[in-house]
Structure formats: structure tokens, C-alpha cells
């Protein structure tokens, strides 16, 4: 499928004014979704949700005394994020959003695309977390099952949803996530799929399933993710074992057996987080467990080269969260922040542009006003046929977390 690139434009004239260098961007789509598990439609917004709302892991806890707020005096909001996970400008410079919100607001943004995958970041900050620290960051943006764990410790502050308005916006079933009931402490950023990715020069007959990917020609080219859910998920899936389901560990072993071999014997060349997608560009991987929105910017960049699809046994989905750490001296900044980009329109702006599925309800028909045929894309609306082609991880207890994750890590060398 081409990757669509578009932002859609706003009405606001102050808006407008400030993203009038950055070109619309399009692409004529292909209808061949022959070797995909994608249909296109509109937004299933209640099956997305629906299943969207499964994401998370454990129960929370009371936070620990959070750092005093003193946004009104530093007009200031430090944001870790993922890459490629906000609008940019033709040359990768700026981030038109983020300009209107600070001209919008007089709220100064330094956005950082800092978080490689979940574990690697949050072990660079959890020793300042749990002392209460200022960790650098008024906004970290981290999977539903890292969001789960800083909640349970007590890692981020309660959010003053009165001054987040637009917060209402969510999506009905995302509001009650069991790691955060009510979204007391986070908001959903965006959500996607984990799938297979491949470039299509290289690999001609495509992948449908992750067996494909462990074919002797592909041997030495082939990388996964570091995010355990993502890559024991597809594998686990591989072997008829529902992740989101009531699985033993004898099923969990016996896909991380298939992923120790894959490593040792070197078909696997590298497991790692975003930073994959370099691999892909300069072609040192042709084939990958990768994630859905990153496939459509790298073909935005590289004239269509590569394929995504969900494998036929089936992909994940997952969702990423905002949320304020505990030692941030922004917490009211970041709320406006947050707010800000649950405006539907807006909302629909980033969406067009990271291709992920927007938690925002009202960006489709923020978009569809603009351009219908964007509004029909799978990728940032997907059809109930397509969920139901995808699980979440089923939820893990606090010990489950420790021993699976660690062993996954030991397999990989992390």
C-alpha cells in the first residue's frame, strides 16, 4: 500500500499562517491489498476501541508526593517521545503543531525524540523516579505496559482533567483501562500494529506469515523488535498460541526457543527498537517485525519501497500514553499540552502525518471535511475486519512482567 503523508488544513488562520511553508502532502494509493489482512472503510471506532481498551497491565497505586508546580512562572514543556511520532516539516526541522501551540499558548516546547524502546528508557530514569526527581522530561510517552508499571509504583502525577477540556474527546472505550481507571494519570497518544515489513525489491514474493521471515535467503537480514509484547506476540501467534489469551509459560518458552535459535544462529541480525527502520533504509535489513506507522514514513521517504502487513496467523496492537512524571515542576504546562492535541483537528493533523490510529474521537470527521480518501485510510482508522486480525498481550502480573520480560531480555543480550 503507498504511504499517504498528508496534513490536513486547519481552519484557525493563526494556524495556517505558521505551517504555510510546510507543502500537503499525497500520493495516490494502490487498491491491491491482495497479500493484507486490510480492508478499507471507515473508522470501526467502537470495535477500535473496544479492543484498544484491553491494552495495560496491573493495578495502580497512590502516587508519591509530586514536585511542586511552577508552570506559572517557566513557561516550559520538555517532551520525551518516539521517532517519526509528530507532524513535521518538509525538511524535518520543525514541528508545525507544536509552533501553533506555542504561539497559541506563550508555552515554550522542547520535544525530544529520545525513547529507543520502553525498557532502555525507563532504565535510564527509574532510579530518579523512585527518589522523586526531576528526570528531565514534563511529558514521557511509553506503552500501555511501562504506563502500567510507572502508575502501579507511583511514578507519575495525577492529571487536573478540569483543565483538560478536551480530554473528553477520548475514545468512550479507552477511558477505563485497568492499569488507569478513568485516565487519572495518562492519556493515549496514538496506537498502531506490530507486523511484518519487508522491502519489496528484495523480497518479490512478500511475507504472509512469520515463518516467512526464518526462509534460508532471508538469513542474516532479518530484524525484530526489542519490545517484547510486539515480537513474542506475532511468534506466540505463529504457533497458534492467542497472546491475549490464557497462554502457560511451556507456550511463552516455546516461542522464545524459536527466537533464541533465530539469534544464535544469526538470521537474526539485530533486535532493535525504532532505530530499526535505519537498517531498513540503508538495506542491511530486508525483512522485519517492525510497526505499521513507521513503514508508511519510511515509504513517504523512500518512493514507496517497502510492504507492511499483519501476518496471516496475526499481528498486535498496542497503544502509547502521555503522562507527567512525578518530579516534573510542569505539570499544568503539560496538561495544556495534552489538551491541546485532543482537539479532533488537531488530533487529525498529527494523525496524517504518523499514520498511527488517533484515541481522538471526532479527528475522522475532522479529516474526512478535509480529505475524504484520508479519512478512509486503514492505518490511522482501521475497519473491524482489520481488528479482528490483531490481540493485545494479555494483561501480566507484576512477578509475570519481571520473569518474562527478563528472560526475553537475556535472549536478545539487552
Not at 480492508?39 to 509530586?66: N, Q, R
Not at 525498557?119 to 535510564?124: A, I
Not at 487536573?160 to 488507569?180: C, R
Not at 500514553?321 to 499540552?337: C, D, H, Q, T, Y
Request: hydrophobic share 40%.
Amino acid at each position: 500500500m503507498t504511504a499517504l503523508r498528508r496534513r490536513p488544513v486547519p481552519t484557525d488562520p493563526r494556524v495556517r499562517a505558521l505551517i504555510a511553508h510546510a507543502t500537503r502532502r499525497s500520493r495516490e494509493r494502490s487498491t491491491d491489498l491482495s497479500r493484507r489482512s486490510f480492508l478499507l472503510g471507515a473508522a470501526g471506532t467502537a470495535g477500535a476501541a473496544a479492543l484498544l481498551a484491553a491494552c495495560g497491565t496491573g493495578p495502580t497505586a497512590a502516587p508519591s508526593a509530586a514536585a511542586k508546580d511552577n508552570s506559572s512562572s517557566d513557561k516550559l514543556v520538555r517532551w520525551a517521545n518516539w521517532t517519526q511520532y509528530l507532524d513535521q516539516n518538509d525538511d524535518g526541522t520543525e514541528y508545525p503543531t507544536l509552533e501553533a501551540f506555542e504561539a497559541k499558548t506563550g508555552i515554550r516546547v522542547t520535544y525530544a525524540e529520545d525513547i529507543e524502546d520502553n525498557d532502555t528508557f525507563y532504565g535510564k530514569v527509574n532510579g530518579q523516579l523512585k527518589n522523586g526527581q526531576d528526570i528531565g522530561y514534563d511529558i514521557v510517552t511509553l506503552t500501555d505496559w511501562m504506563a502500567a508499571r510507572m502508575i502501579r509504583l507511583g511514578y507519575t502525577q495525577a492529571l487536573d482533567k478540569a483543565a483538560m477540556p478536551n480530554s473528553t474527546n477520548i475514545l468512550e472505550n479507552l477511558v477505563n483501562v485497568d492499569f488507569d481507571p478513568g485516565r487519572k494519570h495518562s492519556l493515549t497518544w496514538q496506537s498502531g500494529f506490530a507486523g511484518l515489513a519487508w522491502d519489496k525489491s528484495k523480497v518479490p514474493g512478500g511475507l504472509h506469515s512469520v515463518e516467512d521471515l526464518w526462509k534460508s535467503e532471508l538469513a542474516g537480514r532479518v530484524e525484530v523488535l526489542s519490545e517484547m509484547r510486539d515480537t513474542m506476540g506475532l511468534i506466540m501467534l505463529s504457533q497458534g498460541v492467542d497472546p491475549s489469551g490464557d497462554w502457560t509459560d511451556d507456550d511463552f518458552y516455546a516461542s522464545l526457543d524459536i527466537l533464541r535459535e533465530k539469534i544464535g544462529s544469526g538470521h537474526i541480525r539485530k533486535v532493535l527498537g525504532n532505530s530499526y527502520t535505519q537498517d531498513l533504509s540503508s538495506g542491511d535489513a530486508i525483512a522485519v517485525i517492525g510497526w505499521s506507522g513507521d513503514i508508511t514514513s519510511l515509504n513517504y521517504e523512500s518512493d514507496d519501497r517497502f510492504e507492511f502487513a499483519i501476518p496471516d496467523a496475526g499481528g498486535t496492537l498496542w497503544s502509547d500514553n502521555m503522562m507527567v512524571p512525578i518530579g516534573s515542576p510542569a505539570r499544568s504546562n503539560a496538561e495544556k499540552l495534552m489538551d491541546y492535541y485532543y482537539d479532533p483537528e488537531v488530533a487529525a493533523q498529527v494523525a496524517a502525518w504518523v499514520n498511527y490510529i488517533t484515541p481522538v474521537q471526532g479527528a475522522k470527521e475532522a479529516m474526512d471535511a478535509i480529505d475524504p480518501d484520508l479519512a478512509e485510510n486503514p492505518m490511522i482508522f482501521p475497519t473491524p475486519e482489520i481488528l479482528s486480525n490483531v490481540s493485545v498481550f494479555r494483561t501480566l502480573e507484576p512477578d509475570e512482567e519481571e520473569r518474562y520480560n527478563g528472560e526475553f531480555l537475556t535472549v536478545i543480550g539487552a
